[in-house]
C-alpha cells in the first residue's frame, strides 16, 4: 500500500524486487530520501565518496543476482557522476535503477543553479527515464520503473524534483513490481532443425556465454555426449571449472590455443548465451547455431545456419534426449593436447623461481589464483587484467568473476567489489586492479573501511596504462605519454583506515599474496609488476608483429636523440 512521501513511496514499490543497499550521496533534492531510509530497516545507505562508485556498485549487485540494483545522486553533477557506472550497467545488461534529484519544477529551463537535462542526460543509457512532475503519478512510475530495468535487463531513472520529493502521496491503492518468472523455449521445429544439424556434425563445439550461467550441468552433459570441447566468451569463464576435461579455453586476443583449436577446427559451432562481439574470430567455414533469450542478439555478429530463442538451460534439457551420442573423440583429444601444452607455457610465465624484480605479472595472477578460496569471487580491472584473469586465475568451486565486460571502463575492479562484497561479508572478494584504474576512484577505498567490506585490492602497479602501451606498439607507435608516477599505495590503504602490504621482490609475491588473503578487513596489497611483459594474443598476427618491431624502431630513435 502506498503511503508517506515520494520517496517513501518509491522504496515501498521497489523493496520486494531490490537489493537493500542504497549506493549513493546525499544532498539537496535527495535529502527526503536519507529521511525515508533513515526509518525503513528495510534498505542500507552506502554512502560513497563518488558517484560513480555507487552506479558500479549497483551494477555488480545486480550482476550476481539479477535483483535490482539501486544508485543515488542529486542534482546536476551528482546525477552527472552516476553516468558512467550506468553505462557500464546498460551494456552488460544489468538492471539498476538509479534516482536523482532535479531543480524546483518551476525552475525547470530557465538556466537555474546545477540545472541539468536529465531526461536528456540519461535518454541513451535508460530502458526508462522519467521525471516525476507531480505526487500523483506515484508510486505507479516507481512500479514501472523497476519493473522496465528488470523485464529488460537494463537502467531505469526516475528524477524528482526538489519540491516534489516531500509531496505526501494520496493514492493508497496496491501497486506490485511484476517480475517474470517464465522460462522460453525454442519451438519444436527449432529445436529439430539445431538436432538434426548436430546429428549430421561430425565435429562440434560449444561456446559459452554469460546467458549460460546456471546451465552448467547441461553445458557438461551435452559435452559429454557429443564429446564436444567446449570453449567460453571473458564473460563466460565462470560457467565451466578450469580442470573439467571439457574445458577448452577462450578464443580471440585473451583466448587460448585450445580455444582457438576447437573454434577454428569444427564443422559445427554451438553458441549458447554468448553474444560474443569480435566477429573475426569466429568461424567462417563451420555452421554456426546461436540460442539466446534476445531475439534482437541472433544473428547480428555472424552469418548463422539456425538461430533460435530460449533460456539456455530448458533448452538444453529439451534438445539433450534429441541429440545422438557421439563416440568419435578425435577433436576433443586435439584440443585438449594444445589445451595442456598452452598450460604448461602459462605455468612457466607465472614461475617466481630464480627471477628477479620487477615481478611478473602472470606470477601475481597465479599466486592470488593458488591462494583465493574455491568461492572467491574475482573482479578485473580494464586494461592488462583481464588477459591475466583469462588465462591464469581458474574456476572451480562456486568462484565468480566479474568485470566492465562490454563498457570496459577503467577503474571498475574497487567499486565493483564493494558491492559484491556488500552481498556477503563472509565471501572472499578479490579485486584485481590496475594502477591507472585504481587511483582514479581510490578515495573509496575509505568505503570499504567505513562499512567493513573486507575486500582485497592487489594492485599490479608498473607505474603505466600497460594495455595502452601495447596497443601503442601494435600500431608502430612509440609508447608516449602514458607513465604514472604512483604512490606507495600500501600506505595509501594504511592512511585510508585499512591495511597495506607492498611486494617488490619475486621471492616474497607467494608469502605476501597469502598473507594479505587472511588478513581481516579491506587490504590493499600494492605489487611492483614488470612494464614490459606483453599480453600476447594465443596466435601472433603478423600485422601486429611488425607493428611492434616498428615501434620499437622508433623508441630507440627518440631516446637517442634525448
Known amino acids: 500500500m502506498a503511503k508517506g512521501t515520494v520517496f517513501q513511496t518509491i522504496l515501498d514499490s521497489i523493496a520486494p524486487v531490490a537489493q537493500r543497499h542504497v549506493w549513493g550521496v546525499m544532498g539537496d533534492a535527495i535529502n527526503p530520501l536519507a529521511d525515508a531510509l533513515r526509518t525503513d530497516a528495510r534498505f542500507d545507505w552506502m554512502h560513497v565518496r563518488h558517484e560513480e562508485v555507487a552506479a558500479f556498485a549497483a551494477g555488480a549487485q545486480a550482476k550476481l543476482t539479477g535483483k535490482l540494483g539501486i544508485c543515488a545522486g542529486t542534482v546536476g553533477p551528482g546525477a552527472i557522476h552516476l553516468l558512467n557506472g550506468l553505462y557500464d550497467a546498460k551494456m552488460d545488461h544489468a538492471p539498476v535503477l538509479a534516482i536523482t534529484g532535479q531543480v524546483p519544477r518551476s525552475e525547470i529551463g530557465s538556466n537555474y543553479h546545477q540545472e541539468v537535462n536529465l531526461d536528456r542526460l540519461f535518454d541513451d543509457v535508460c530502458v526508462y527515464n522519467?521525471?516525476?512532475?507531480?505526487?500523483?503519478?506515484?508510486?505507479?512510475?516507481?512500479?514501472?520503473?523497476?519493473?522496465?530495468?528488470?523485464?529488460?535487463?537494463?537502467?531505469?531513472?526516475?528524477?524528482?524534483?526538489?519540491?516534489?520529493?516531500?509531496?505526501?502521496?494520496?493514492?493508497?491503492?496496491?501497486?506490485?513490481?511484476?517480475?517474470?518468472?517464465?522460462?522460453?523455449?525454442?519451438?519444436?521445429?527449432?529445436?529439430?532443425?539445431?538436432?538434426?544439424?548436430?546429428?549430421?556434425?561430425?565435429?562440434?563445439?560449444?561456446?559459452?556465454?554469460?546467458?549460460?550461467?546456471?546451465?552448467?550441468?547441461?553445458?557438461?552433459?551435452?559435452?559429454?555426449?557429443?564429446?564436444?570441447?567446449?570453449?567460453?566468451?571473458?564473460?563466460?569463464?565462470?560457467?565451466?571449472?578450469?580442470?573439467?576435461?571439457?574445458?577448452?579455453?577462450?578464443?580471440?586476443?585473451?583466448?587460448?590455443?585450445?580455444?582457438?583449436?576447437?573454434?577454428g577446427n569444427c564443422q559445427t559451432l554451438l553458441l549458447l548465451g554468448t553474444d560474443y562481439p569480435y566477429r573475426q574470430f569466429l568461424p567462417k567455414h563451420a555452421k554456426i547455431i546461436q540460442i539466446d533469450i534476445a531475439a534482437?542478439?541472433?544473428?547480428?555478429?555472424?552469418?548463422?545456419?539456425?538461430?533460435?530463442?530460449?533460456?539456455?538451460?530448458?533448452?538444453?534439457?529439451?534438445?539433450?534426449?534429441?541429440?545422438?551420442?557421439?563416440?568419435?573423440?578425435?577433436?576433443?583429444?586435439?584440443?585438449?593436447?594444445?589445451?595442456?601444452?598452452?598450460?604448461?607455457?602459462?605455468?612457466?610465465?607465472?614461475?617466481?623461481?630464480?627471477?628477479?624484480?620487477?615481478?611478473?605479472?602472470?606470477?601475481?595472477?597465479?599466486?592470488?589464483?593458488?591462494?583465493?578460496?574455491?568461492?572467491?569471487?574475482?573482479?578485473?580491472?580494464?586494461?592488462?587484467?583481464?588477459?591475466?584473469?583469462?588465462?591464469?586465475?581458474?574456476?572451480?568451486?562456486?568462484?565468480?568473476?566479474?568485470?566492465?565486460?562490454?563498457?570496459?571502463?577503467?577503474?571498475?575492479?574497487?567499486?565493483?567489489?564493494?558491492?559484491?562484497?556488500?552481498?556477503?561479508?563472509?565471501?572472499?572478494?578479490?579485486?584485481?586492479?590496475?594502477?591507472?584504474?585504481?587511483?582514479?576512484?581510490?578515495?573509496?577505498?575509505?568505503?570499504?573501511?567505513?562499512?567493513?567490506?573486507p575486500i582485497k585490492c592487489v594492485i599490479f602497479n608498473n607505474s603505466k596504462l600497460g594495455l595502452v602501451k601495447m596497443e601503442m606498439e601494435s600500431m608502430g607507435y612509440a609508447d608516449w605519454g602514458i607513465d604514472l608516477k604512483n604512490p606507495n599505495f600500501a600506505e595509501c590503504g594504511i592512511a585510508m583506515g585499512g591495511k597495506g602490504i607492498r611486494i617488490e621482490d619475486p621471492a616474497d609475491l607467494d608469502r605476501g599474496i597469502q598473507e594479505a588473503l587472511k588478513m581481516d578487513g579491506p587490504v590493499v596489497v600494492d605489487v611492483v609488476t614488470d612494464p614490459n611483459e606483453l599480453t600476447m594474443p594465443p596466435e601472433l598476427m603478423p600485422a601486429r608483429g611488425f607493428g611492434f618491431a616498428l615501434s620499437k624502431i622508433k623508441e630507440l630513435a627518440i631516446s637517442s636523440s634525448d
Open 130 to 263: 522519467q521525471t516525476v512532475m507531480s505526487s500523483c503519478q506515484m508510486p505507479r512510475l516507481g512500479v514501472l520503473a523497476a519493473q522496465s530495468a528488470l523485464s529488460n535487463s537494463g537502467v531505469a531513472h526516475i528524477s524528482i524534483p526538489s519540491d516534489v520529493g516531500p509531496d505526501k502521496i494520496k493514492d493508497e491503492g496496491i501497486h506490485v513490481v511484476y517480475v517474470s518468472d517464465s522460462e522460453v523455449v525454442p519451438t519444436k521445429t527449432h529445436l529439430d532443425e539445431i538436432a538434426t544439424v548436430i546429428n549430421n556434425s561430425k565435429t562440434i563445439t560449444l561456446m559459452v556465454g554469460w546467458g549460460a550461467r546456471g546451465s552448467t550441468k547441461e553445458v557438461l552433459e551435452l559435452a559429454d555426449k557429443l564429446q564436444a570441447p567446449v570453449v567460453h566468451s571473458l564473460k563466460g569463464k565462470a560457467v565451466l571449472p578450469q580442470d573439467n576435461p571439457f574445458w577448452a579455453g577462450g578464443i580471440g586476443l585473451l583466448g587460448t590455443t585450445g580455444g582457438v583449436e576447437a573454434v
Open 296 to 453: 534482437e542478439r541472433i544473428g547480428r555478429r555472424c552469418d548463422l545456419s539456425i538461430g533460435a530463442v530460449g533460456h539456455i538451460r530448458p533448452t538444453l534439457e529439451a534438445l539433450l534426449p534429441m541429440v545422438e551420442r557421439k563416440t568419435d573423440t578425435k577433436h576433443l583429444e586435439k584440443v585438449q593436447n594444445k589445451r595442456d601444452k598452452y598450460e604448461l607455457k602459462m605455468i612457466k610465465k607465472g614461475d617466481t623461481t630464480g627471477r628477479v624484480a620487477p615481478i611478473r605479472p602472470q606470477a601475481v595472477a597465479r599466486s592470488i589464483c593458488r591462494h583465493a578460496s574455491d568461492s572467491a569471487i574475482f573482479i578485473a580491472d580494464t586494461g592488462e587484467l583481464p588477459v591475466w584473469m583469462a588465462r591464469h586465475i581458474h574456476m572451480k568451486g562456486t568462484r565468480d568473476f566479474l568485470m566492465s565486460f562490454n563498457h570496459a571502463s577503467m577503474a571498475n575492479a574497487m567499486p565493483q567489489a564493494l558491492g559484491a562484497q556488500a552481498l556477503d561479508t563472509s565471501r572472499q572478494v578479490i579485486a584485481l586492479c590496475g594502477d591507472g584504474g585504481f587511483s582514479m576512484l581510490m578515495g573509496d577505498f575509505i568505503t570499504a573501511v567505513t562499512y567493513a567490506l
